[in-house]
């Protein structure tokens, strides 16, 4: 079983029916369905599966609102040379390829991402490589993309290797839904390829939802974790996929159960066609209160909000202290209120 990269292909198992502002909303972006995601999906209702809304185009993404933006997040703004992203003065992105092992029909960098673009050459990715090395205040390396991990080991160990002979580089962080969506990839060679001898080395992986974490990719994780590769992980907040206690809940859970540390929640970017997928800031914050109340402190991530032209990331979770002048009140995660001195 191959990864399905057509409508057609879709329409033979079942998962949309051909309609012409279908064809338009898939024009906009590459399909991409991996097998173990395919599997995953309830076929008894596919409209409303929490797996099949993130992959399957949608009619919706022809629908496109006065607010959203070719560049939600502003990385052309901050580009320096190509394949690099400066925004923070300590961290880099470093963006090596485009390609993806799925098409997520909410991606923040929806317009980037696709087999069609290509991977930075030798050259140009030297270039990003001289720009790290020549800049000491650079800590950490953040591989981004596309999907760092769809590079094949030889490659993803040269870009190790490269990192980790950059003195001042102490941490790379790799950025990927690989291990979620397409864990056959994670095999001995890739997981070799990420131990830089001097540098830490660290690995968040995007995951949605509880069922996204299937047998093979819970091997994955416990093999990647086993390595000794700290892992974190990072969740969007999406309309009828995960926009629910309940499944929040059930979500970071499971990835604590496979030692994966929730990092960030991700508030939905203004990306253009993805409206049907936006939830508000107030559910937002309303979904984290009653998560504090009912998981662990370890099953906790930060809610996130990317600032629309290139102003970077900002917690913005619910508020615990009261605004009264003469006394500091603070409110418990069971909603009662106490007096704290000034
Ligand atoms: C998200 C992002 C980072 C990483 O931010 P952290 O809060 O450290 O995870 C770094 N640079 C850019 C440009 C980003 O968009
Ligand atoms: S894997 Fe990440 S970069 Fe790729 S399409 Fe999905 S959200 Fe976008």
Same mark, same amino acid.
């Given at each position: ?6 409508? &057609? !292909? *879709?329409?033979?198992?079942? +998962?949309?029916? %051909?309609?012409?502002?279908?064809? #338009?909303?898939? $024009? ?89 673009? &290509? !991977? *930075?050459?030798?050259?140009? +990715?030297?270039? %990003?490589?001289?720009?790290?090395? #020549?800049?000491? $205040? ?205």
């Amino acid at each position: 079983m191959q990864t399905l990269r057509t409508l &057609e !292909a *879709l329409e033979r198992e079942g +998962l949309v029916t %051909a309609d012409p502002l279908l064809a #338009a909303a898939a $024009e906009t972006m590459a399909i991409a369905l991996t097998p173990e995601m395919l599997a995953l999906i309830d076929r008894r209702d596919v409209a409303n599966d929490p797996i099949a809304r993130q992959f399957v185009p949608s009619a919706a993404e022809t629908r496109i609102a006065q607010e959203e933006l070719a560049d939600p997040i502003g990385d052309e703004a901050r580009s320096p040379v190509k394949g690099i992203v400066h925004r923070y003065p300590d961290r880099v992105l470093l963006k090596p390829l485009h390609a993806c092992p799925v098409y997520c029909r909410f991606c923040f960098r929806r317009e980037k991402v696709g087999p069609g673009g &290509e !991977a *930075l050459s030798d050259t140009e +990715l030297d270039a %990003a490589l001289g720009y790290i090395r #020549a800049r000491p $205040e650079i800590w950490e390396v953040i591989l981004t993309g596309g999907d760092p991990l769809m590079l094949a080991p030889r490659r993803m160990a040269a870009l190790v290797e490269a990192l980790d002979a950059i003195a001042h580089v102490a941490v790379i962080r790799i950025h990927s839904r690989v291990p979620i969506v397409e864990p056959s990839r994670i095999g001995d060679e890739l997981i070799a390829a990420l131990k830089p001898r001097r540098a830490t080395l660290w690995l968040g992986v995007h995951c949605n939802h509880a069922r996204e974490l299937g047998g093979p990719t819970r091997t994955a994780l416990m093999r990647l974790a086993d390595a000794g590769i700290p892992l974190l992980g990072q969740t969007v907040l999406l309309a009828g996929i995960n926009d629910d206690v309940e499944t929040l809940d059930a979500l970071m859970r499971a990835l604590v159960s496979v030692r994966v540390k929730p990092y960030y929640l991700h508030h939905p970017d203004l990306v253009r066609g993805t409206g049907h997928f936006r939830v508000s800031i107030e559910r937002g914050q309303a979904l984290m209160r009653a998560l504090r109340g009912r998981l662990s402190g370890l099953a906790q991530p930060t809610y996130v909000l990317d600032v629309p032209g290139g102003h970077g990331k900002v917690p913005i979770g619910p508020g615990y202290l009261g605004d009264d002048p003469e006394a500091l009140t603070v409110e418990d995660a069971f909603g009662a209120e106490h007096r704290y001195p000034r």
